[in-house]
């Protein structure tokens, strides 16, 4: 049963437009979430969060929305870069129970 | 570069065989994850320890095991290894029990023929 789902395994973007990827939930107990970028032969690196008491948060030209009604929460990235080009993971908590990850999604910019 | 290190890198071996995967954590880390990363799917996570002692279990195979030692590093032990075995082993580790940002490893890479 897969609690965190990116139902989205690639997206493809231009260089300077907007990437917005998604990912819904299950479990109503996760109250923080993150996403975590991984470029290829390394390990994921973090990215943002969110606790679930808020439904924005932003840093630099990433922001991720929270919305618990739908468990639904995206990530946005403005502009697109070429090195934004990565697998993009959504993860999420209950607690200090150990991360639950989605299964990512590829994200290409072209130049 | 995340602090954590993984060794070794890459893994290929028979089924029926036995390996050991090894992970040092951050400096000043308690916690070691490690978490599967097989084709087509997400992250799984299969076993944490903090400071020695085994802290939750996830979807990690009978034929699968770990420890944490004084020192704080981590091993996992694959035995009877299968085809289906084959994927990319993450080690992670953060400061305390369930810090929500975990700092991962480049990865082991096991290739099972």
């Known amino acids: 049963d897969q609690q965190v789902k990116q139902n989205s395994p690639s997206l493809s973007v231009q260089e300077g437009r907007i990437s917005i990827l998604n990912c819904d939930y299950t479990n109503s107990m996760f109250d923080y979430f993150l996403w975590y970028k991984k470029y290829p032969a390394e390990g994921p690196t973090f990215l943002i969060s969110i606790s679930s008491i808020k439904d924005k948060n932003e840093d630099g030209r990433f922001t991720v929305f929270l919305n618990k009604s739908a468990k639904h929460l995206s990530l946005h990235i403005v502009p697109s870069q070429p090195g934004d080009s990565a697998v993009y993971f959504c993860a999420a908590r209950s607690g200090n129970t150990p991360l639950v990850f989605g299964k990512g999604t590829r994200l290409s910019v072209i130049a | 570069d995340s602090g954590v290190t993984q060794t070794p890198k890459h893994l290929i071996t028979a089924t029926g065989q036995r390996v050991t995967l090894r992970c040092s954590p951050r400096s000043g880390d308690l916690s070691v994850y490690w978490y599967q990363q097989s084709l087509d799917q997400g992250l799984q996570f299969l076993i944490q320890?903090?400071?020695?002692?085994?802290?939750a279990k996830g979807n990690i195979l009978e034929r699968f095991s770990a420890q944490q030692f004084p020192d704080l590093h981590s091993e996992l032990n694959l035995s009877s290894l299968e085809l289906g075995d084959s994927a990319l082993y993450f080690c992670?580790?953060?400061?305390?029990?369930?810090?929500?940002?975990?700092?991962f490893g480049s990865g082991t890479q096991l290739s099972v023929l």
């Open positions: 992670a580790s953060s400061a305390g029990q369930g810090n929500e940002k975990l700092f």
């Open positions: 320890y903090y400071n020695g002692e085994e802290r």
